[in-house]
């Protein structure tokens, strides 16, 4: 059976880098309800809440560590973790530009009084409490990020948004397993099977980087510092918003939750949730260690 014609060309590696999240797209269908019960471990690992982690998200100021699971958001800097707010499944999970303010999407969980699903619902107190923004009963999104003009989000379609009301198709004809930005720039990233389709207008427009590793997950440390981890669970560091990359190091374990922030002496660090338990790298992700370790 031929390739794909945007897969040909690439390395072995690439290619079964490609295979693999392509099982993970198949088995991750946004429109369904159900969360992805087939890439998910049975049991949570060891200092985590939940055997479903969707997002994840580190406060540099004051070292909070929060995870959007299956079962609702927990703070998990100290262990044993501790729930936030309504027990719901936020599928879709990311932070804004001010400390303590977040969006998410989902389903509501039991004795919750939010639609289903919730569409894109915001908090601006760090998770306790969730006010409904729009699309409530139409879209669970499974991934969304923050940009510096607004907000895109995937719903079976990918959308784009200035203000979390209004919405506006993108001429998009991909599936992103994730989508990544930061609240400095316009520049989006999304990682397909494929490979990595990057948008420099707020994801209006995208292109496809084909020089770029096949990742999965994707986070930006700064506006452009982005650091990627392929299914295999292979690091890559970009110094410029996604355009060029270089492997930095492996993580052990099925990852399923990554995110960045500047850190010392220009290395920045990377937290993951995977089936190891919670782990953290200070050094650009050429070494991970247990983020409960001292």
Partial sequence: MPLPPLTRGRPAAGLTAAAALLLILSACSPGSGAPDAGN?????????????????????????????????????????????????????????????????SGHPGPGSDLPNPMGLIRSADGGKTWEQLSRQGESDFHTLTVTKSGIVAHDGTLQTSPDGKTWSTAPADFVPAALASTPETDTVLATTRDGLQRSTDGGKTWAL????????????????????????????????????????????GQVQAITAVEGAEGQPWIWAATTEGLVVSTDGGATFRPADAA
Avoid: C
Wanted: hydrophobic share 35%; aromatic share 8%.
């Fill in 40 to 104: 998910a471990p049975s049991t949570a690992a060891a200092g985590l809440p939940s055997s479903h982690v969707h997002g994840l998200s580190v406060n540099r100021e004051t070292d909070q560590v929060l995870l959007a699971t299956h079962e609702g958001l927990f703070d998990v800097t100290k262990s044993p973790g501790t729930q936030i707010g309504d027990t719901n499944d936020l599928m879709g999970f990311t932070a804004a530009a001010d400390q303590g303010v977040f969006y998410a």
């Fill in 209 to 252: 980087n084909t020089t770029a590793p096949i990742i999965q997950f994707v986070a930006f440390a700064s506006g452009t510092e982005v650091l990627g981890v392929e299914p295999d669970g292979s690091i890559h560091y970009s110094t410029d918003a996604g355009s060029t990359w270089s492997r930095t190091g492996q993580i052990e």
